[in-house]
């Protein structure tokens, strides 16, 4: 699936991540701001980008910025922010989910 | 070598320092040789000297080693006019012994490194700016961090000699009587300062109120002082204690508070003439809500309330539920304003505190502690010094001291966010296992295995789950993932001692 346009989830409460889609053409790139990056910096990239092969996304850049987020808050987060970006929120992919 | 509970302590800082490792929390009766400052003698001539500049120049020379107090926290602004003719005069390889640093003090001190005007620390703490250059290994010598009782006890043994111990006071008259509880920039409780007015070669109070002569009540002494110096302002009131401290909203850190009274109320120490300590934290005030309810409940009133104090813990004072409050230091302007209302509210040195040197401290006759923690591990071994990301983020305070209490609880969350509280092995040791012996979280307690009275006791408490203190590691990890590792360098850049002045842990640099 192709990114179309740029897209937000999440907020930048404690707890929270906030997970931005721009359209891309070189790959997946994420680039992550967190105060756990250095304990949790790769379990993050890794569920998001399986959110993001979920939705058969190739080529997308992703920026993170975490504040603290339990895994499933990450997954819930990147789901709404792929749904927004592939313009496809009125039907969710219940597969994916 | 490894000490007593298993933390690799590098052989070299143990033969350099001339270090024992952590044994026991056992103290002992040791026979102590206690050293004594040098006293200029002088025959009552006024001590006041016009500017700070003048008496930095009358007393510090290079190499020295200066003090100062933290009881105006935030609000200090002593430390940095001091610090800042210092460094502007050219002095150099100083060691900083103040009885802690706070966040206003990090950047002149971060300063004063780059420029090798100081070289050595010790203090009960650091955080922020600072804390972040010494843990990526901006002095070459390992900072000291040593509890509030432990830099008494170093103080008096001579393992710290001041040289020069630059006070702030809000107020003092020109002989150097001096008190904290009076004036603009009042603090309360003297408690620490007074270690450094007792036994530093050279004593300067700086003030910005000359009473007249004789001052009282005199918490510091003429005895004591050499100079006097006049600044416009020692301190922010605004920001020397938080306002009127309020009641957490946090359910979490209620149902923690509720559960620590509950585990308070159904212990054996619960009875007429109870003594405790709570700290400053949303849930140690909220403890001590709850606690007010079940002493009235059941007609039981306390002996005595120690350490740093706030107003809820005055309030009881004032409702006779507390027969005394035994005062280091005042968290809040509540406390402070109290001290010289109230009779029963006895300022205390911090040799008295927590000093297991002495002949007897306040601490040794503790009952209850509540304590808390960035991190405690499954051999209940607690860490307040380093942050998740291993960073120098805190300060043992008197974190060891209190914890000799009969009944030590530490409350916590299982988690922060994403970063688990309660993990395998903390990553400093401040506070040894051995002297912990309840743990409370939201969901539930544990009992260090050693206190089987207190499990017999606390076991069936309705909605008070028991689990082992390996469950609560397991049900953290759970919610948040493993993490991985954190990666430090061979660089030691700081020393945990345990009260007893032997090494419980060292401090790595922080690999980027």
Known sequence: ????????????????????????????????????????????????????????????????VDKGALDMVIKARTITAVQRALDIVDEPQWEVL | MKNKINRNIPDEIMREQGYTGFDSVEFGNPDIQRVAPKVTATTGNSKVVASLAEVIEKTLHNGMTISFHHHFREGDYVFNQVMRLIIDNGYQNLTLAPSSLTNVMNDIVVEAIDKGVVTNITSSGMRGSLGDAVSHGALANPVIFRSHGNRARAIETGAIKIDVAFLGVPNADEMGNANGMDGKAAFGSLGYALMDAQYADKVVLITDSIKPYPNTPASIKQTQVDYVVEIDAVGNPD????????????????????????????????????????????????????????????????????????????????????????????????????????????????SWYADPANKGAMVDKLDVAI?????????????????????????????????????????APLV?????????????????????????????????????????????????????????????????????????????????????????????????
């Open chain 2, 416 to 512: 922060r966010g994403r970063i688990a509280t309660i993990v395998n092995d903390v990553t400093t040791v401040v506070t040894p296992g051995d002297s912990v012996d309840v743990v409370v979280t939201e969901v539930g307690i544990a009992i260090n295995p050693k206190r089987q009275d207190l499990m017999t006791a606390l076991r069936d408490l309705p909605g008070v789950p028991v689990y082992t203190i390996e469950e609560l590691q397991q049900m953290a990890v759970q919610k948040v993932g493993t993490a991985k590792p954190l990666e430090f360098t061979d660089k030691v850049v700081a020393l945990i001692e345990y009260r007893d002045g032997s090494l419980i842990d060292v401090i790595h640099e922080v690999k980027d």
């Open chain 2, 239 to 350: 920001k020397i204690g938080s306002g009127a401290t309020r009641f957490t909203k946090d359910p979490k850190e209620l149902k923690i508070a509720k559960t620590v009274n509950d585990v308070i109320i159904n212990s054996p120490y619960f009875k007429d003439g109870f003594s405790f300590q709570t700290g400053s934290g949303g849930a140690a005030l909220a403890v001590t809500r709850f606690l007010r309810q079940a002493m009235l409940d059941k007609h039981i009133k306390a002996s005595f309330a120690l350490g740093g104090i706030t107003k809820p813990t005055i309030d009881l004072l004032e409702e006779g539920l507390v027969a005394k409050v035994m005062d280091v230091q005042d968290f809040d302007k509540g406390a402070a304003e109290s001290m010289h209302l109230n009779k029963n509210q006895q300022e205390i040195d911090a």
């Open chain 1, 1 to 64: 699936m192709e990114i179309k346009k740029s897209a937000l989830a999440g907020t930048l409460e404690s707890s929270d991540v906030q997970i931005l889609l721009s359209p891309a053409t070189d790959g997946i790139t994420i680039d992550l701001q967190s105060d756990v990056k250095k304990q949790f910096g790769d379990q993050i990239e890794e569920t998001i980008k399986k959110v993001l092969l979920s939705y058969k996304i190739e080529n997308v850049h992703v920026k993170v």
């Open chain 2, 371 to 411: 304590l808390s923690a960035l991190e405690l591990d499954t051999k209940f071994n607690v860490n307040v010094m380093s942050g998740s990301d291993g960073v120098i983020r805190g300060a043992i305070g008197g974190h060891q001291d209190a914890a000799t209490a009969k009944l030590t609880i530490i409350s």
